[in-house]
């Protein structure tokens, strides 16, 4: 399922690249409701799945602040923020609490992740690039 969204998220960014639309995928590793109870969790575990983790993300890719983002799958919550590299984890740092905060940090990992690569393996230079 997760290579699916990654895939999914790089193709909506090359098509809808084009129209100024961005397009972005969030996996939040968080517990909710719905995953709640399932199994017994030390302290520690409960507070770095805190979906406070998750917030954060989701403010700065509503934010015009996130434009130059395209195409990327952000791992957040359980104690990591993270780019993914088609659906292996790229580069990593500390989650932050706040949306200002998070999106310098957001584009440094992109920057130092690798490209999205097309279906033929090559690197795309841009999400919309054909």
């Known amino acids: 399922m997760k290579a699916a969204i990654a895939a999914l998220t790089t193709v909506g960014a ?38 406070a983790w998750v917030s954060p993300v989701v403010a700065w890719l509503a934010s015009e602040a996130s434009a130059k983002i395209k195409g990327r799958v952000i791992e957040a919550g359980g104690g990591v923020l993270a780019i993914a590299e088609g659906w292996h984890r790229g580069p990593t740092a500390q989650p932050v609490r706040g ?26 230079a841009t999400p919309w690039e054909p």
């Open 99 to 124: 949306p200002e905060e998070v999106g310098p940090l957001i584009e440094r990992l992109v920057s130092e992740s690798r490209p999205n690569v097309a279906l033929n393996g090559k690197n795309l």
């Open 14 to 51: 090359r098509e809808l690249g084009r129209y100024g639309v961005t397009v972005n995928a969030i996996s939040p590793i968080a517990i909710t409701r719905k995953t709640n109870g399932r199994r017994e969790r030390t302290a520690e575990e409960l507070a770095a799945r805190d979906p």
